[in-house]
């Protein structure tokens, strides 16, 4: 039983350590030039991309991603039960979901 929660907890950390990574670099390139993200355009949603109403918006979700991937790394660094890292890896898929669909 604990192999299985040593690889759980280091498959929630890997996984959000790429979440961190895509978010943090997609803010600062956001950042650096937001003139290359057209936020609210209706051309953006016909071909499949992402459709956030403002910049407010884009960079609040960024950052909330941000703290979300922080958060549940230690919280699976510091948990010592299966069904703890289990509702954790359930936020971690929530939050793939939210990265995938918004």
Aim: glycine share 4%.
């Amino acid at each position: 039983m604990k192999t299985v929660i040593k690889i759980l907890k280091t498959v929630i950390i890997v996984v959000e350590v790429l979440l961190l990574v895509i978010c943090a670099s997609e803010l600062y390139e956001f950042l650096k030039d937001s003139n290359s993200y057209h936020l609210g355009s209706e051309a953006m949603i016909e071909n499949g991309g992402w459709s956030y109403s403002s910049n407010f918006t884009f960079i609040f979700f960024n950052s909330i991603m941000i703290v979300f991937s922080i958060l549940l790394s230690f919280l699976a660094l510091r948990s010592k039960k299966i069904k703890f890292l289990l509702l954790i890896l359930l936020f971690v898929i929530c939050q793939i979901g939210c990265l995938i669909l918004l």
